[in-house]
């Protein structure tokens, strides 16, 4: 029953912008952490952003630092990703995760099934 969707993806050119969506139904996530992972063609799945429960504190990659911005609206039951000036290797398909608790941890309990982004240079 539990399901996450993410929309928002597609095609995107460098220096534009984009923002994902992930939408929750099935169960209310208010309470548990949530997070954006990436999987490019041939690498493995690595973690982009994350937020805790109540959107308090906030942890990125590197490699997006200061480029792009996780946010959430629990009254939506909806994660976001905004996406600013996209790099070509930041084509991949992206994935929303719940966390197994209210704070960022190893443990993912729910996986999206993917939206793809493809940036363009």
């Known amino acids: 029953q539990v399901q996450l969707v993410e929309s928002g993806g597609g095609l995107v050119q460098a220096g534009g912008s984009l923002r994902l969506s992930c939408a929750a139904s099935?169960?209310?996530?208010?309470?548990?952490?949530m997070g954006w992972f990436r999987q490019a063609p041939g690498k493995e799945r690595e973690f982009v952003a994350g937020?805790?429960?109540?959107?308090?504190?906030?942890v990125y990659a590197d490699s997006v630092k200061g480029r792009f911005t996780i946010s959430r609206d629990n009254a939506k039951n909806t994660m976001y990703l905004q996406m600013n000036s996209p790099k070509p290797e930041d084509t991949a398909v992206y994935y929303c995760?719940?966390?197994?608790?209210?704070?960022?941890?190893?443990?993912?309990?729910?996986w999206g099934q993917g939206t793809q982004v493809t940036v363009s240079s």
């Open positions: 937020i805790s429960w109540n959107g308090g504190s906030t």
């Open positions: 995760a719940v966390y197994k608790g209210a704070r960022l941890g190893p443990h993912v309990d729910y």
């Open positions: 099935g169960r209310t996530f208010s309470n548990y952490a």
